[in-house]
């Protein structure tokens, strides 16, 4: 059974910085697509960050030079490194991936249950 478990989630003060972390565990074969997504309170879940299998990385704008998405292959881990953050940033954030299992053909679509960053004085 795929997982996918979000760490690094906190309070911090504005300006200051976090890293989240998105562990996919079980029989993994490839994984084709990953994502950072967050939902603040009242609004829509949105795109954050994503980064493909050849690593191209796209940003939403509201982040473009403030947050930082990586992978490490090898661990099937992926990195959100966040700086100067604003109470804006506030939100449950979440990891997707579309990842292939062993034995099967067909990629799937996987979802972490989300950690929350609070940026606040």
């Known amino acids: 059974q795929v997982q996918l478990v979000e760490s690094g989630g906190g309070l911090v003060q504005p300006g200051g910085s976090l890293r989240l972390s998105c562990e996919a565990s079980g029989r993994i074969s490839r994984i084709d697509y990953m994502g950072w997504y967050r939902q603040a309170p009242g609004k829509e879940r949105e795109l954050v960050a994503n980064?493909?299998?050849?690593?191209?990385?796209n940003y939403a704008d509201s982040v473009k030079g403030r947050f930082t998405i990586s992978r490490d292959n090898a661990k099937n881990t992926f990195l959100l490194e966040m700086k100067n953050l604003n109470p804006e940033d506030t939100a449950v954030y979440y990891c997707?991936?579309?990842?292939?299992?062993?034995?099967?053909?067909?990629?799937?679509?996987?979802w972490g249950k989300g950690t929350l960053v609070t940026v606040s004085s």
């Open positions: 980064i493909i299998s050849d690593g191209t990385t």
């Open positions: 997707n991936a579309v990842l292939r299992v062993v034995g099967y053909i067909s990629a799937k679509d996987y």
